[in-house]
């Protein structure tokens, strides 16, 4: 039987080792796909580590129901090698990217499509092997989806960072007031988001990055404006450049930092959406939200539609690619260490 190899979590707060187990054979309505690429994003490291940083010293255990081995990796892109017997054969030797974020089909948020939500969810490389890997079971063939001529890579992170981008800014469209906007933290989502605002808005795209590399690769694609908001009296620079700041801001680094310099940035009326993952604690005061009319909504991941929509929008073109960086499997782990160590702009894509 033919084998496979994984970079697997074998324990926690620990690097990666590689595994071989034998080929899983799909069953029923399963899907067994021969993984092309696979994005690595900064969840992947949170899951490593075992715990979400709740801020103030306090950690929310995420190992609870993992089995080890377990593989990490959710941008998947790969061409189907096996199907069970209750799925299409004509599937077989075609290439889709995999939506990883998959429910249990049955509960009131999957019913209502909205798997992203589910409680007793089966995302790949979070609550089920993933894509770290030769190979991936998906549960079932509508999760491919058909990705056209886009490029390979393009295709993977679309269906991550990609569908976390696009979803965020989706919850801007419906403001009243859509002056202006601003991107916080550019990596990989953050460059996604970039590249999707100005498919989706008419209005100049803004950003912030401490990292000079990242704030000047989003000027080479079509930032009208890049701050760096460690430097002194920035917020009341925006201010004053922006008469009385953003109208929309999402904050793709989430931690407090990041928190407190979108609230700075935010005009009366406005809105954060709060789609990263760094952790931490914010506080507010509460007449501040009164006061300034505000709303903070927080966002993960798109649905099985939102990422249908998405697929569709970068297959006209309508996307511009973002920064990626091709790197061998085998190598993950060192490149795990290069993101922890904020050492990586765009996205590294992992391929067999």
């Known amino acids: 039987m033919a084998q496979m190899i994984r970079q697997s979590l074998v324990k926690f707060d620990a690097p990666l080792c590689e595994t071989i187990i034998d080929t899983p054979q799909p069953q029923g309505a399963e899907v067994l796909v021969k993984i092309e690429r696979c994005g690595l994003c900064h969840s992947d490291l949170h899951i490593q580590d075992g715990y979400a940083d709740l801020g103030g010293g306090k950690k929310l255990d995420t190992t609870r129901g993992m089995t080890l081995p377990f593989t990490l990796g959710h941008e998947i892109a790969g061409i189907v090698d096996a199907v069970g017997p209750d799925a299409p054969n004509d599937l077989v030797g075609k290439k889709f990217a995999v939506f990883p974020w998959i429910g249990c089909g049955k509960c009131r948020d999957c019913l209502a499509g909205d798997e992203n939500l589910c409680g007793r969810n089966q995302y790949l490389g979070v609550s089920r092997d993933g894509g ?101 009296d920035i917020v009341k620079r925006i201010l004053k450049e922006t008469d009385g700041g953003f109208d ?84 993950v782990q060192s490149w795990i260490n290069e993101l922890r160590a904020g050492k990586v702009v765009g996205r590294i894509m992992l391929k067999n």
């Not at 009164?290 to 697929?311: Q, S």
Request: with cysteine; hydrophobic share 45%; glycine share 10%.
């Open 248 to 331: 929309g801001v999402i904050d793709f680094a989430g931690n407090d930092k990041s928190m407190n310099f979108a609230m700075g940035a935010l005009a009366r009326g406005g809105k954060i959406v709060v789609s990263g993952l760094m952790g931490g604690n914010f506080s507010l005061p509460m007449v501040q939200w009164i006061y300034k009319r505000m709303t903070i909504e927080g966002f993960m991941t798109g649905t099985l539609d939102e990422a249908k929509e998405l697929m569709a929008l970068a297959r006209d073109g309508k996307v511009k690619p973002t920064p990626m960086k091709e790197e061998p499997m085998k190598d």
């Open 132 to 232: 770290f890997a030769t190979h991936v079971l998906v549960p079932d063939a509508k999760y491919l989806l058909d990705y056209g001529n886009l490029p390979v890579n393009m295709a993977a992170t679309l269906m991550c960072s990609g569908a976390t981008a696009y979803g965020a800014l989706k919850r801007l469209v419906d403001r009243p007031r859509q002056r202006n906007i601003l991107l916080i933290g550019l990596g990989g989502v953050g460059m996604m988001g970039l590249a999707f605002a100005q498919a989706m808005f008419k209005q100049p795209i803004a950003v912030a990055d401490l990292n000079p590399a990242a704030r000047d690769s989003a000027l080479q694609n079509g930032a009208s404006v890049a701050y760096d908001p460690s430097e002194t």
